[in-house]
């Protein structure tokens, strides 16, 4: 079998949120650090943001929704892209 290795593009907090923003009803993948200071990982629509300007993602399979804090994005996948956010 061959490996294939998976490209991750670095990319600013500021960019990560324009193509989450822009991901247009797309599915996206989050990895963040959580209230709790646990990581996790949410795989969801983009929704809009809250009144804090975190982005709100619909979760998948749950049907809730999530907050996600910008400032502890670690990695995101969209587009059939996957990004490292500094």
Known sequence: MRKTTVKKTRISRTKAKDIIMNSAGR????TH???????????GRYH??????NI???ETGSNK????NVNTLRELKANKENYTVR
Do not use: M, Y
């Open 27 to 30: 599915f996206i993948t989050t």
């Open 33 to 43: 650090i959580d209230a709790k200071g646990e990581l996790r990982t949410i795989n």
């Open 48 to 53: 809009g943001l809250t009144s804090l300007s």
């Open 56 to 58: 709100r993602v619909v």
């Open 65 to 68: 929704f999530k907050g996600v």
